[in-house]
């Protein structure tokens, strides 16, 4: 990286989830699935589903206000809004425009990244570069999903995995002391596309009563394909952006890894010899698999369990269609003000309004450990 340009950091984070949950125990009434087995093969015990009908910019605006809100930053100064998402509200115009227009931002740029799961670290990269250049000063970046939309909620392999969710975070130009971003990696490889995709909604194959008829608007996926690459190409990575930044994992404080199923987590961090009690945070139990909102999701849960402390060196990984993969690495900035006792008493009365359901012997803050 360019040491010349200003240091650029994360000022503010928030996320938001829908209200509705559905638990394993819905599958198990009409699937030939378990909470069992579910639990053990992928880490899932429950996901925030939206009700029908809501706009992926619903989830994108309730999350970015609260990032607003942490950074201090105003709608209307923000020079920049990227929105990384498989499921926006419409083809056209992005989701990025419209949130501009519901937060009531000024004419700033804004457009939509579609790189999967991988979204939000697609979109951070390009954030950061036009800071570099010198173009925007103060950007929001979003990763936001209504996965609901696009499952087939019939096919057990798919449906058990995936939630709907939205993380947000501003980025702004600070002193080191407040943080920095330091560097990103960001991959694809369109050979293996077919692997996991969405068939048709797109000029390859326009909607139309055929493709409605073959249940071709909904996510296909090899999923033991999938997690074999997912774990290979992370891991290949979270060396690659330590090495080439002068540090080794052990310097390392917290990874952060797209929670598509807490086995890959495992493998990744059995790969790299760190340990996921300690080094890793997860939350796929309560969120499942949010795609490009599951790294906020999870940056911003670890930060306010306070597993993410101000200083501490992370790397974020990802991986997801395309295949694309994606890591980052950045030194945390903001200080825990969410575990303050006000905060705290705000979040639990939010929990009782929103009446999200843990399910019995699922403690959010305890990473799952399970044999892969
Ligand atoms: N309940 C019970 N049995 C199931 C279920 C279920 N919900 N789902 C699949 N099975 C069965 C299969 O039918 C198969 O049965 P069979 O042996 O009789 O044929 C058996 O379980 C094993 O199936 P596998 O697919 O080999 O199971 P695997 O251990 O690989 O787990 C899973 C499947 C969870 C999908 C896993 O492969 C995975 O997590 N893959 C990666 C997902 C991922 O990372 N996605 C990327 C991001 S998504 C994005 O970018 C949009």
């Not at 996901?47 to 309730?62: A, F, M």
């Not at 609260?66 to 201090?72: C, D, H, P, V």
């Not at 009531?104 to 991988?118: E, M, Q």
Request: overall charge negative.
């Amino acid at each position: 990286m360019n040491n010349n340009i200003q240091n650029v950091s994360i000022t503010g984070i928030g996320m938001y989830v829908p209200e509705k949950t559905l638990d394993n125990a819905h599958f198990e009434s009409y699937l030939d699935t378990s909470d069992e087995w579910i639990t053990k093969r992928t880490g899932v015990k429950t996901r925030h589903i939206v009700e029908k009908g809501t706009p992926n910019s619903d989830l994108s605006y309730e999350a970015a206000v609260k990032a607003l809100e942490m950074s201090g930053v105003a709608p209307e100064e923000l020079d920049l809004i990227i929105v990384a998402t498989v499921t926006p509200d419409r083809l056209f115009p992005s989701t990025a425009c419209t949130l501009q227009a519901k937060l009531g931002a000024g004419d700033c740029g804004a457009f939509d990244v579609l790189a999967a799961c991988s979204g939000f670290i697609y979109a951070l990269s390009i954030a950061h570069g036009q800071m570099a250049l010198g173009n925007v000063k103060k950007v929001l970046v979003v990763g936001s999903e209504v996965m609901s939309s696009i499952i087939d909620y019939n096919d057990r392999g798919i449906c058990v995995l995936f939630g709907d969710g939205a993380g947000a975070v501003v980025l702004e130009n600070v002193p080191e002391d407040r943080g920095s971003l330091v560097d990103y990696i960001i991959r694809a490889d369109g050979r293996q596309g077919e692997i996991l995709y969405m068939p048709a909604g797109g000029s390859l194959n326009p909607t139309s009563f055929e493709t409605v008829k073959k249940n071709m608007h909904t996510v296909k996926m090899e999923g033991n394909k999938v997690f074999k690459l997912a774990i290979k190409h992370m891991a290949e990575l979270a060396r690659e952006i330590t090495q080439r930044n002068g540090l080794t994992l052990d310097d390392i404080d917290m990874v952060c890894i797209h929670q598509a199923n807490i086995r890959i987590v495992k493998g990744v961090m059995s790969a790299l010899h760190l340990d996921m009690a300690t080094k890793s945070y997860n939350n796929i139990d309560r969120y499942g698999n949010t795609t490009a909102a599951s790294i906020p999701l999870c940056v911003h849960d670890a930060f306010k369990d306070n597993r993410l402390k101000k200083g501490d060196k992370m790397i974020i990984l990802t991986f997801g269609a395309g295949l694309t993969y994606a890591a980052a690495l950045m030194e945390w900035g903001i200080e825990n003000t969410l575990q303050d006792s006000t905060a705290i008493a705000d979040t639990k009365e939010a929990i009782e309004e929103q009446k999200i359901t843990v399910p019995a012997g699922v403690n959010g803050k305890k990473n799952i450990s399970m044999d892969i």
